[in-house]
């Protein structure tokens, strides 16, 4: 199993961006595939972003494509999610994941709050 702990969120106005960093731990985390959900109060969590163990072909849920850039560090064990051109719908908690074979595991989560 992964150990995972995210870090880099914050209060930010519309149109700001930031970077979550969700750093591994254990010599699994190259052999899994990682991503980013997200749950907005009284929502349910959602998928936002997810990326294969060689860090290509990444997948995005439509409504962050073309500001949300997901990527991996396999060297440091950690990924990463830039985001730009944040929206007040954007304000959730994130959590970072990693799919083994037999098991997924989550980070705590990251509060990311968009003012407008």
């Known amino acids: 199993q992964v150990q995972l702990v995210e870090s880099g969120g914050g209060l930010v106005q519309a149109g700001d961006s930031l970077r979550l960093s969700c750093a591994g731990s254990?010599?699994?985390?190259?052999?899994?595939?990682i991503g980013w959900y997200r749950q907005a109060p009284g929502k349910e969590r959602e998928f936002v972003a997810g990326?294969?163990?060689?860090?290509?072909?990444?997948n995005y849920e439509d409504s962050v494509k073309g500001r949300f850039t997901i990527s991996r560090d396999n060297a440091k064990n950690t990924m990463y999610l830039q985001m730009n051109s944040l929206k007040p719908e954007d304000t959730a908690i994130y959590y970072c994941y990693a799919q083994l074979i037999f098991t997924r595991s989550w980070g705590r989560g990251t509060q990311v709050t968009v003012s407008s």
């Open positions: 254990g010599r699994t985390f190259s052999s899994a595939d």
């Open positions: 990326i294969g163990r060689s860090g290509g072909m990444p």
